[in-house]
C-alpha cells in the first residue's frame, strides 16, 4: 500500500509536467490548428539555458529559471516570427506548418548537441530530504514540481478568462479571420501566445531536469504530452491536463509494479487503444476536422 | 570501387524508402516522422526468414515488406478511421517507430529465436550488390509511378488538396489513406530489408528518428507531388554526406534550417508537382531556353 501511494504522489509530479506541455500544444493547435514540433526543443533549450545559468554563472535557481524563461519566450516568439509567419500570411497547408516546425525542432536540438553535449547531466540542484508520511517517502522536488505547475496552469487559466487579451485569444481560436476582423491584432496574439508556450516548456523543462537529467534529446517526452491530450481529447484544456495526470501516474505504475523498460510502449498501446475505442479521447466532444 | 559501390548501395535503398514516404506525405498529404519503424520490421522480418528458414532473399525481402505494410494498418486504421486531424496519426507514427526500436532494443528473444536485442542481429552477407539494387530501384520506381498516376494515385492527390471536397466526389477517404500507408509502409520495409543485406546484420541503432527525419528530408526538398524530385534529393543525401564527412555534425543542423527555408521559399520543393517521364526533361530544357531567349533579345 506505502509502495502504491508512493507511485501515485509520483506519477502526478510527472503527470503534472505533462500537463503543463499538453497545454503548450493545445493553445498553439487551438487557434493555428497544427502540432507545433518545435516544442520540445524549446524545453530542452528552457533546461538547458537554467542549467548553464546555475552551472557556469552561478546563478541562484530562481533567477536562473527566470533568466531561461526569458530567453525561451524570445526563442519561442522568434520561432513564430521567422518560420511560421510568413507561412501563416500566405495560408500554407498545414502539412508546410508542420514540416517548418519540423525543421526547427531538428536545428535547435542538433545546435544543442553540438554546442552543449549530448550527455546527460544532473541538474545542479542540491538534493534535499524527502519528507516522510507514515512510510511514504515523497521528494521536496516533486512537491515543488507539483505545486509549481498547478500555479503557472491556474494562471493560464485566470489569463486566459478573466483578461483582455485572453478572450483575444479565446476569440482566435474560434475563428482567426473573423477575429481579426472585429479588431483583434493577430500579430499580437501570435506574440502572446508563443510567449505562453516558452513560459510553460521551461517551467515544465526545468523540472523534468531535475527530476531526471538534462540532455538536447529531453523533448523527447513531449511525445507523452501528446499522447496525454489525445487521450484527454484534443484541443480541450482541462482534459489535456486530465489526461496528462492519468498517464503519469498509469506510467509510474506500469514502471513501479511491471518493468520500466516497456513504460513507454505502454503508454502507445494504451494510445491506440484509446484511439480505437475512444476517437475523440476520453473527454472530448468531436475532435472531427473543421471544414 | 568498394567505396562508390557503398555509396550507389546506400542511395539506392534511401531512395526506395523515400518512394514509399513520397507517396504518403508527398501524394497523399499525411505526414510521417516515423518511416524507420516500418524499415525495421520489415528488415528485422526479411533477415530472420533469410537466416532461419533459408527463404530466398527476394521473396524475404517481399514477405518482409508486406508485413511492415499488415502493421502500418494498426496504427493507421485507429487514426484514419473517424476523420480525426491528421496530426493524430503523426504523432501515433513517431510513437509506433519509437515502440519498434525500444522492443528490438530490448528483447533480446524472440520465442526461441535470438534476435540480440541491442547488439544487432546477424545475417549472411554477399547477397546483394549494385545490379540488384538497381532492379530493385527500377522496379519500386516503376510501381510507384505506375500507382501515382493511376486512379488509386489520384484519389490520393484529390485527399491532400481537399479532403472533404474529395469525400463528396466519392473517394472513400479510410481505404484510399490506408491503401498509400500499406504501399509507403512496404516500400520502407524492403529498404530496411536491403539495409540487412548490404551490412550483413540488422541493428536498433540504424532506425532511429535520424533516419525519419532524413526520409522526410528527401521528399521536402525533392518536391511534393513528384517522384523524380525525391529520387534525385534521396540520393545526393546519401552520397553528398560520405563525400563530405568534415560537415557529418552539421548534417542534421542544415537539414533542419533548409526544412524551414524551403516552406518559406519554396514550399514546392526541387520539382515539387513535377510527373516523373521523359517529357520532364523535354518541359525542363524549353523553360530554361525560353527563360534565356527574351533576356538575350533584350541584350542585343
Known amino acids: 500500500m506505502d509502495l502504491f501511494l508512493q507511485q501515485l504522489v509520483s506519477g502526478i509530479s510527472i503527470g503534472a509536467i505533462y500537463a503543463l506541455l499538453a497545454v503548450g500544444y493545445a493553445l498553439v ?84 548537441n553540438k554546442f552543449f553535449g549530448g550527455t546527460f547531466r544532473k541538474f545542479p540542484v542540491e538534493s534535499v530530504q524527502p519528507i516522510f508520511i507514515g512510510n511514504v517517502s515523497i521528494g521536496r522536488m516533486d512537491l515543488l514540481a507539483g505545486a509549481i505547475s498547478f500555479a503557472v496552469l491556474s494562471l493560464l487559466w485566470l489569463f486566459l478568462y478573466r483578461t483582455k487579451w485572453g478572450l483575444a485569444i479565446r476569440a482566435s481560436s474560434i475563428d482567426v479571420q473573423t477575429a481579426s476582423l472585429m479588431g483583434i491584432n493577430n500579430d499580437a496574439v501570435a506574440v502572446a501566445i508563443f510567449g505562453l508556450t516558452g513560459i510553460l516548456s521551461t517551467v515544465a523543462g526545468v523540472f523534468y531536469g531535475i527530476k531526471y537529467a538534462v540532455f538536447p534529446m529531453m523533448g523527447t517526452i513531449t511525445i507523452k504530452a501528446m499522447i496525454a491530450s489525445i487521450i484527454g481529447g484534443l484541443g480541450n484544456l482541462p482534459a489535456a491536463i486530465l489526461g496528462s495526470l492519468l498517464l503519469g501516474v498509469l506510467e509510474t505504475l506500469v514502471s513501479g509494479y511491471i518493468s520500466s523498460t516497456y513504460r513507454d510502449l505502454f503508454s502507445f498501446i494504451f494510445l491506440i487503444v484509446i484511439l480505437l475505442f475512444f476517437p475523440n479521447g476520453l473527454m472530448g466532444k468531436s475532435g472531427e476536422e473543421k471544414l | 570501387m568498394g567505396y562508390i559501390n557503398t555509396i550507389l548501395i546506400l542511395g539506392g535503398i534511401n531512395v526506395i524508402a523515400a518512394l ?103 545475417i549472411p552477407s554477399g547477397l546483394i550488390n549494385v545490379p540488384v539494387i538497381l532492379i530493385a530501384v527500377l522496379v519500386a520506381a516503376y510501381f510507384a509511378h505506375m500507382f501515382v498516376t493511376s486512379q488509386h494515385g489520384k484519389n490520393c492527390i484529390a485527399i491532400a488538396q481537399d479532403e472533404v471536397a474529395a469525400e463528396m466526389m ?79 555534425s552539421w548534417r542534421l543542423i542544415a537539414y533542419g534550417f533548409l526544412f524551414v527555408l524551403v516552406m518559406v521559399f519554396r514550399p514546392q520543393g526541387l520539382l515539387g508537382y513535377v510527373e516523373m517521364n521523359l517529357n520532364f526533361i523535354k518541359v525542363g530544357w524549353k523553360k530554361m531556353t525560353a527563360t534565356k531567349a527574351p533576356h538575350g533579345k533584350a541584350v542585343h
Open chain 2, 170 to 248: 466519392g473517394v472513400n477517404l479510410l481505404r484510399t489513406k490506408l491503401t498509400a500507408l500499406f504501399i509507403s509502409a512496404f516500400y520502407a520495409g524492403v529498404a530496411g530489408g536491403l539495409m540487412g543485406l548490404f551490412f550483413a546484420y540488422q541493428s536498433p541503432s540504424f532506425y532511429s528518428i535520424t533516419q525519419s527525419s532524413n526520409l522526410l528530408a528527401a521528399v521536402v526538398f525533392g518536391g511534393i507531388q513528384s517522384l523524380i524530385g525525391p529520387i534525385i534529393t534521396a540520393f545526393i543525401l546519401i552520397a553528398a554526406p560520405q563525400v563530405l564527412l568534415v560537415f557529418e
Open chain 2, 20 to 122: 514509399g514516404v513520397s507517396i504518403l506525405t508527398g501524394y497523399t498529404g499525411l505526414f510521417t516522422i516515423g518511416h524507420a519503424g516500418f524499415m525495421a520490421l520489415g528488415g528485422y522480418v526479411s533477415a530472420i526468414l533469410i537466416k532461419e528458414y533459408n527463404v530466398h532473399f527476394v521473396l524475404a525481402l517481399i514477405v518482409g515488406g508486406a508485413f511492415a505494410g499488415v502493421a502500418s494498418l494498426i496504427i493507421g486504421y485507429p487514426s484514419f478511421r473517424s476523420r480525426l486531424r491528421g496530426d493524430y496519426f503523426a504523432i501515433a507514427t513517431l510513437g509506433f517507430s519509437e515502440a519498434i526500436r525500444l522492443i528490438l532494443n530490448n528483447a533480446k528473444q524472440i520465442g526461441n529465436l535470438n534476435i540480440g536485442g541491442s547488439f544487432g542481429y546477424s
Open chain 1, 29 to 112: 493547435y487551438s487557434i493555428y490548428n497544427f502540432t507545433n514540433w518545435a516544442f520540445d526543443a524549446f524545453m530542452a533549450f528552457g533546461a538547458i539555458m537554467a542549467f548553464i545559468a546555475i552551472a557556469s554563472l552561478a546563478m541562484p535557481f530562481w533567477a536562473a529559471a527566470l533568466l531561461a524563461i526569458v530567453l525561451t519566450i524570445i526563442l519561442a516568439v522568434g520561432t513564430e516570427r521567422l518560420a511560421y509567419r510568413p507561412l501563416r500570411i500566405r495560408q500554407a497547408p498545414r502539412l508546410f506548418m508542420m514540416i517548418s516546425a519540423m525543421g526547427v525542432n531538428l536545428t535547435i536540438v542538433q545546435l544543442m
